[in-house]
């Protein structure tokens, strides 16, 4: 008998289970970002799918890469959830150090760019500018984009930011014209 496979499916489950009671700087459930990630991804193969859905576990719940692995996890989906877990990283405060390292892999750098897409819709840059007034809250965002985006073929690019957020895609052709 095969050993059931972790799939896509169970990555969406996993991560609405695994983030359910966690909240945002918004206040708003934080299962939807990491859903919204998976989701920009469903372009990519599996294990890049199964990452971005996934992305955040590390970072922010109590489950490890072993019960990750022991779960069925690929050795590959868990080699992109370790390149974007910033304590994973020489120095996690460098946020700039931090993107130059996640560009250095191909599929990091899509989960990264769904990431940041996400974080960058207008609604929630607005809520965050009113909730903090005295500190702009993309400008690290906005400084990862021309790193990420010129990382990978603009194609991918375009594919993710589609997905999840289109009001970046005029960004997107000054940082890498047609």
Known sequence: MTEPRFTVETAKILAEVAH??????LKRPYREHVLAVGDALADFDED???????????EDTPITRQALLDM???????????????RFH??????EAGIRFVAEDHDATLVKIADNAHNSLPERVQAL??????????????????????A??????ELI????????????DEIVPD
Request: hydrophobic residues 35%; glycine residues 4%; negative net charge.
């Open 129 to 150: 500018a009113e909730k903090w007034p005295d500190k702009p809250p993309t400008t690290r965002y906005a400084d990862a984009r021309p790193v990420l985006y010129t």
């Open 20 to 25: 359910n009671r966690q909240k945002d700087k």
């Open 152 to 157: 990978v073929p603009r194609e991918e690019v």
């Open 72 to 86: 069925g996890v690929s050795e590959r989906a868990l080699a992109i959830i370790d390149g974007v877990t910033r």
């Open 48 to 58: 890049i799918q199964i990452a971005g859905y996934l992305h955040d576990i590390a």
């Open 161 to 172: 930011l589609q997905r999840v957020n289109p009001y970046l895609l005029p960004e997107l």
């Open 90 to 95: 020489d120095d996690p405060d460098d946020y």
